[in-house]
């Protein structure tokens, strides 16, 4: 049978198992003690801040804690509530554990509760002595907290307890702000207008650095805890401020000069923290007291306005902010040390907070995509609707389209047979009535064939609308003219150049036609030529038509002078070119033959 009592005033048992030690012995020492001190020890009550006892004093304080063991050979577990800030333990002068730093910059693994087991020949019958060697600043509240001491699987057991709920719950709580804030912050990316989300992610990203405080057991990236315990102030500020703004963001205000002071605050916050930490750490209270109050300030009013609202978000997350309001009073108390403890029960009531306005906060967002599925589904009977009637309407287009083209077609035929082939018939038909002068029979047969010819043209440009090209269309043209030509004694040479695939449509199609069959009708009949050349050619988005002769040619500049250039068949040559969209030119001088040339950029043709 274990039998354990305190050598101290008082010791009251948890468990009949475990025995609980509020009594012990404290003295102060140097950075660098490394023996215990002989003298000097006071004795104090656990939990026990040596700030209160000694304001001024940064460095080390033993604490000692002797206990009877009746039986040795049953092995001892040993809970240490509280230490802060780094530690070494000694039972019986060996040492049992130590962490890594115990001068500057600190260990941090003050939050955990410690648990050991103690067996032979560690444990002694009789009396045994624990010493517990505290590294840590005054300014931080560094202390010692109540050792518990029995069944190592009832000691263990409560040491799961405590580690669960003063340090897992920390961890669960870094790890759920850092998974929101990344959660929200991409919601917040997604819809940069709706602000609710970014300032939400923000404050709790800055909670998840707040709350990283508690669950770090290294001192990196700082190199004292000043500079430490000064960037957890400024998340802290970070953290209210951003808050703030949220919930401005989430009752649909803004108020531009609050938030830029809050802004300039959390910028004035780190700004310190990083130039100035020896003094912000210490004096960390001239921004926690403020930030504080402001917290509670906003809370209060935006308590206020949910109970003036009807919105369901709005309510759920200032019902999820209660409790958590009311630990955090006593966790101020805890902290300004109204009132003794070691567990802040903001830790336990955290999440509560977290999950509720996380709730509220994708409630808002469930809300949004119902109204943009909502307007989804109208825009989308819109959209059928608006397509349903642009169709029918482009429908009538289409056939209103067909039946002008085909008018079109049908004037454009009516417009040349009457310019061409009308006119043509009706001079024949004027002299061969002419009684006076008889026409003679070459003559008539003459002016059959321009007629003939004429009327190819006609047929050739309209019923090969669509299968044929410029190339296709000039084929039988030139197999007319070369036989002609042939007959008169005039060698062609004809060069049709990239051709193929070019459809100028047939009111156009048929003006070359015209203009190539009236140029050649002019070299047949007044070049006195043996040779023309004929050249059609496509060079990119531009078509170059040229007719030259080696006949008599004419001066050309007297021509003009005398006005005698501007004849009937030059005057069709030109109407024509001008409705290909170029500009004829004419090249002349005598002996030396008659050039025809002119440019059609394809795109105008169209």
Same mark, same amino acid.
């Given at each position: 049978?274990?039998?354990?009592?305190?050598?101290?005033?008082?010791?009251t048992?948890?468990?009949?198992?475990?025995?609980t030690?509020?009594?012990?012995?404290?003295?102060?020492?140097?950075?660098?003690?490394?023996?215990?001190p002989?003298?000097?020890?006071?004795?104090?009550t656990?939990?026990?801040?040596?700030?209160?006892?000694?304001?001024?004093?940064?460095?080390?304080?033993?604490?000692?804690?002797?206990?009877?063991?009746?039986?040795a050979?049953?092995?001892?577990?040993?809970?240490?509530?509280?230490?802060?800030?780094?530690?070494?333990?000694?039972?019986?002068?060996?040492?049992?554990?130590?962490?890594?730093q115990?001068?500057?910059?600190?260990?941090?693994?003050?939050?955990?509760?410690?648990?050991?087991?103690?067996?032979?020949?560690?444990?002694?019958?009789?009396?045994n002595?624990?010493?517990?060697r505290?590294?840590g600043?005054?300014?931080y509240?560094?202390?010692?907290g109540?050792?518990?001491?029995?069944?190592?699987?009832?000691?263990?057991?409560?040491?799961q307890h405590?580690?669960?709920?003063r340090?897992?719950?920390?961890?669960?709580?870094? #790890?759920?702000s850092?998974? =929101?804030?990344? @959660?929200?912050? *991409?919601?917040? +990316?997604?819809r940069?207008?709706?602000t &609710?989300? !970014?300032?939400?992610?923000?404050?709790?990203?800055?909670?998840?650095?707040?709350?990283?405080?508690?669950?770090?057991?290294?001192?990196?990236?700082f190199?004292?805890?000043?500079?430490?315990?000064?960037?957890?102030?400024?998340?802290?500020?970070?953290?209210?401020?951003?808050?703030?703004?949220?919930?401005?963001?989430?009752?649909?205000?803004?108020?531009?000069?609050?938030?830029?002071i809050l802004?300039?605050?959390?910028?004035?916050?780190?700004?310190?923290a990083?130039?100035?930490?020896?003094?912000?750490?210490?004096?960390?209270n001239?921004?926690?007291?403020?930030?504080?109050?402001?917290?509670?300030?906003?809370?209060?009013?935006f308590?206020?306005?949910?109970?003036?609202?009807?919105?369901?978000?709005v309510?759920?997350? #200032?019902?999820?902010?209660? =409790?958590?309001? @009311?630990?955090? *009073?006593y966790? +101020?108390?805890?902290?300004?040390?109204? &009132?003794? !403890?070691?567990?802040?029960?903001?830790e336990?009531?955290?999440?509560?907070?977290l999950?509720g306005?996380?709730?509220?906060?994708?409630?808002?967002?469930?809300?949004?995509?119902?109204?943009?599925?909502?307007?989804?589904?109208?825009?989308?009977h819109?959209v059928?609707?608006?397509?349903?009637?642009?169709g029918?309407?482009?429908?009538?287009e289409?056939?209103?389209?067909l039946?002008?083209?085909?008018?079109?077609?049908?004037?454009?035929?009516?417009?040349d047979?009457?310019?061409?082939?009308?006119?043509?018939?009706?001079?024949?038909?004027?002299?061969?009535e002419?009684?006076?002068?008889?026409?003679?029979?070459?003559?008539?047969?003459s002016?059959?064939?321009?007629?003939r010819?004429?009327?190819?043209?006609?047929?050739?440009?309209?019923?090969?609308?669509?299968?044929?090209?410029?190339?296709?269309?000039?084929?039988?043209?030139?197999h007319?003219?070369?036989?002609?030509?042939?007959?008169?004694?005039?060698?062609?040479?004809?060069?049709?150049?990239?051709?193929?695939g070019?459809?100028?449509g047939?009111a156009?199609?048929?003006?070359l036609?015209?203009?190539?069959?009236?140029?050649?009708?002019?070299?047949?009949?007044?070049?006195?030529?043996?040779?023309?050349?004929?050249?059609?050619?496509?060079?990119?988005?531009?078509?170059?038509?040229?007719v030259?002769?080696?006949?008599?040619?004419?001066?050309?500049?007297?021509?003009?002078?005398?006005h005698?250039?501007?004849?009937?068949?030059?005057?069709?040559?030109?109407?024509r070119?001008?409705?290909?969209?170029?500009?004829?030119?004419?090249?002349?001088?005598?002996?030396r033959?008659?050039?025809?040339?002119?440019?059609?950029?394809?795109?105008?043709?169209?």
């Amino acid at each position: 049978m274990l039998v354990l009592t305190a050598c101290a005033r008082q010791a009251t048992p948890a468990t009949p198992a475990v025995l609980t030690i509020d009594r012990a012995e404290a003295v102060q020492a140097d950075w660098l003690s490394g023996a215990v001190p002989s003298t000097g020890w006071t004795p104090v009550t656990l939990m026990d801040y040596w700030n209160t006892r000694w304001p001024q004093h940064d460095g080390v304080v033993w604490y000692r804690v002797h206990w009877n063991q009746t039986n040795a050979d049953t092995p001892v577990g040993i809970l240490l509530e509280y230490v802060c800030m780094a530690d070494a333990v000694y039972v019986n002068g060996s040492l049992i554990h130590r962490d890594p730093q115990l001068v500057e910059p600190l260990s941090r693994s003050w939050v955990a509760p410690q648990y050991f087991t103690i067996d032979k020949p560690l444990l002694h019958a009789g009396d045994n002595t624990l010493l517990v060697r505290v590294s840590g600043l005054a300014s931080y509240q560094p202390g010692f907290g109540k050792v518990q001491l029995g069944n190592p699987e009832a000691v263990h057991a409560l040491y799961q307890h405590n580690l669960r709920w003063r340090y897992g719950i920390r961890q669960f709580d870094f #790890a759920i702000s850092a998974v =929101l804030g990344s @959660l929200f912050g *991409m919601f917040w +990316l997604l819809r940069r207008k709706d602000t &609710v989300y !970014g300032w939400y992610a923000l404050s709790t990203i800055f909670g998840a650095g707040y709350g990283w405080n508690y669950v770090a057991d290294s001192p990196w990236p700082f190199t004292t805890t000043d500079a430490w315990q000064a960037f957890n102030v400024a998340m802290f500020v970070a953290l209210a401020c951003s808050f703030i703004v949220f919930l401005l963001r989430f009752c649909g205000r803004r108020w531009p000069r609050t938030e830029g002071i809050l802004l300039l605050a959390t910028v004035a916050a780190f700004a310190v923290a990083l130039l100035a930490p020896g003094v912000m750490g210490p004096w960390r209270n001239l921004w926690v007291i403020p930030t504080v109050v402001l917290y509670y300030v906003a809370i209060a009013v935006f308590l206020w306005y949910a109970t003036r609202s009807s919105r369901i978000d709005v309510r759920v997350l #200032a019902a999820s902010m209660l =409790l958590p309001v @009311l630990a955090s *009073m006593y966790d +101020l108390s805890l902290y300004l040390e109204l &009132v003794r !403890g070691t567990t802040f029960l903001g830790e336990l009531t955290s999440p509560v907070s977290l999950l509720g306005m996380s709730f509220a906060v994708a409630w808002r967002f469930s809300e949004a995509m119902r109204r943009v599925e909502g307007f989804n589904v109208e825009l989308r009977h819109e959209v059928d609707a608006a397509t349903a009637q642009l169709g029918d309407t482009l429908t009538r287009e289409h056939q209103l389209a067909l039946a002008n083209t085909r008018i079109g077609e049908r004037l454009n035929l009516v417009r040349d047979l009457h310019d061409g082939f009308g006119g043509s018939l009706l001079g024949a038909i004027a002299t061969l009535e002419n009684p006076q002068r008889p026409p003679e029979p070459a003559r008539v047969v003459s002016t059959l064939k321009e007629l003939r010819d004429d009327l190819r043209l006609v047929i050739d440009t309209t019923t090969h609308e669509h299968d044929s090209d410029l190339a296709g269309l000039l084929a039988p043209l030139r197999h007319r003219w070369s036989q002609r030509l042939d007959v008169a004694d005039i060698d062609s040479c004809w060069q049709l150049e990239g051709l193929d695939g070019l459809h100028l449509g047939p009111a156009r199609s048929l003006d070359l036609l015209r203009l190539l069959q009236e140029a050649l009708t002019n070299v047949l009949k007044h070049s006195h030529a043996s040779r023309v050349e004929i050249t059609v050619r496509r060079s990119n988005a531009q078509l170059s038509i040229e007719v030259r002769d080696n006949g008599s040619g004419f001066d050309l500049a007297a021509a003009r002078d005398s006005h005698q250039v501007g004849g009937a068949g030059l005057a069709s040559l030109r109407t024509r070119a001008d409705r290909l969209g170029s500009e004829l030119v004419l090249d002349a001088s005598p002996d030396r033959g008659v050039t025809l040339r002119l440019n059609v950029h394809l795109q105008a043709a169209r």
